[in-house]
């Protein structure tokens, strides 16, 4: 399969030709024979080159570089299938990403994926003016996020410290998002609504996920002994609830024409805020142990007392925040 290598670097040089010649049609044609042709044969050199370790790296770090080079290629020829080709990458990179069974950062790895990420936002760069492209920039956080959690599996197993490491990684990565702009112009400042809408659904849905893992599982800090505000997942609610505060005044100051979905979306996330407030503190009374927190969770009595109390307090909690934003509001 490494004779066609050479073909396709024909077949990409004339489809150029073509589309320079007023011929686009038949130059996208030309076009994806020759795209196949390289990735095809590509894949088959660091099939028969490289050991099975070094294979997964080299296919992202190629793949990246591959479509970088047709992007750049088409912008200095004005070549449309090169330049619009590197929407390809995204979706090659997320399924080699949930097809790996290896360890993601391994063996220089953490490179492979660095260098994809900087290929995908120069791609990105080079297509202004697309409303769509919000797809493509939403799609390269949910990479990150895929990235992160199967590396922080790896590295820590599958354990209740595991959940708490996701959540602090995210709750980074969130905040990275929304406050990003002051120090990264592309693609953070230039894209800030996009970027800072998807940090919210990123904490928003952290939240929604980390209430259901608190709810069903009962946070053996394993091999550590338990300890009362010293275990994982009360760590991991405090950070939490930081992360979503700084998150959530973020959009709340950035949106303020569509202030009542911000506000629908911050009754939500308030919510399960004291929903985690909660637990934490029957945690923290039940301190025999968490299979003991687990035995009086599932006690009807107390779980209802906790939904109670935590709706109430997300109510005042949602009103108040709402109050002083539309006072900022009215006052600029």
Partial sequence: MTILILPALLFLIVSVLLARHGRPAISWLVFVVGLVSWLVGVDAVIETTLRKLHQYPARVALLSASFLALSVAGRRCGWAAGVYSGLLLLPLLVWLAVRIELEPFR???WLAWLVALVSHLEILRGIPGARYLAAWHVGGVVLVVTLLVRELQWIIGVTTWTNTAIVIALVVLAISLAHGHRFLHWPLRR???IYLATAVTLVCSLLVW???VVTVTSGDPMPLAYRPLLNPYDIATLILLVGALVVLHAGLMQWRPAFAIATIGLSAASLCG???VGFAVVRGVYYGGPLRYWNEMTNTAVFVMVML???AA??????VIVHKVGSRQSLS
């Fill in 107 to 109: 063996n220089l790895a």
């Fill in 191 to 193: 894209e800030r609504r």
């Fill in 210 to 212: 980390f209430l259901v």
């Fill in 274 to 276: 004291w929903l985690l």
């Fill in 309 to 311: 109390v935590a709706a």
């Fill in 314 to 319: 997300s109510i005042v909690s949602t009103v």
